[in-house]
């Protein structure tokens, strides 16, 4: 009788931390799945916060990520429009020719300013940013093609906005189609990691 007692015993407590490991496995994912809403909403709280902010601010100046002609006569054009704001260039067209576009539609050359450190998109916010500030220019217009602009936009959003940089993004319509969602992730997990370190993560491009 013993034996068959230590038996039942035996399964009860297999049974029983076999009950209390799933539980603990369903926990574990409840909590996981908990704190990935909570971030995702906060987040997107963030995100539509500097949206908001974006459109209600004043920009300052005209900020064009450069590799492609009609971004920057796109840019001319704007500055056009509002002649009180200077245009800078991240990493356009070669300089001769860039100031041939906004010399043409009548844009003085003290108003333009063309940077060509950058090599990518995080480099053209990371290596402008500080320029700004220093400059007083707490918002801009943030020109690109609308292939472009989303991720443009999320790395634009958390360096300038660390530095207090409103963006108000116009797109120039293009004929590339959207860029893959991994590459606007890869680029914001870029822009977080240059906040914190100082480094842009350039290898992680390739």
């Not at 450190?117 to 402008?128: H, I, P």
């Amino acid at each position: 009788m013993s034996k068959i007692l230590n038996y039942r015993s035996m399964l009860f407590d297999r049974r029983h931390l076999a009950r209390k490991d799933r539980l603990s496995d369903i926990g574990i994912k409840h909590n996981a799945g908990k704190w990935l809403l909570v971030s995702a909403l906060a987040v997107s709280g963030w995100f539509g916060y500097r949206t908001v902010q974006g459109y209600l601010a004043q920009p300052e100046a005209v900020f064009v990520l450069g590799g492609h002609e009609a971004r920057e006569k796109f840019a001319a054009d704007l500055a056009k429009e509002h002649p009180e704001l200077d245009i800078w260039v991240s990493s356009g067209s070669p300089q001769d020719y860039v100031t041939k576009i906004f010399t043409f539609r009548g844009i003085s050359s003290d108003r333009l300013h063309l940077d060509y450190q950058a090599e990518d998109t995080v480099g053209n916010f990371t290596t402008l940013v500080d320029k700004l500030k220093d400059r007083g220019i707490d918002s801009v217009y943030l020109i690109t093609s609308d292939s472009h602009m989303p991720r443009a936009r999320i790395v634009g959003e958390i360096i300038f906005g660390s530095r207090g940089i409103a963006i108000k993004p116009i797109s120039v319509p293009s004929q590339s189609p959207p860029e893959p969602p991994e590459k606007c992730l890869r680029d914001g997990a870029r822009a977080i990691l240059w906040l914190a370190t100082g480094y842009t993560g350039s290898a992680f491009k390739k």
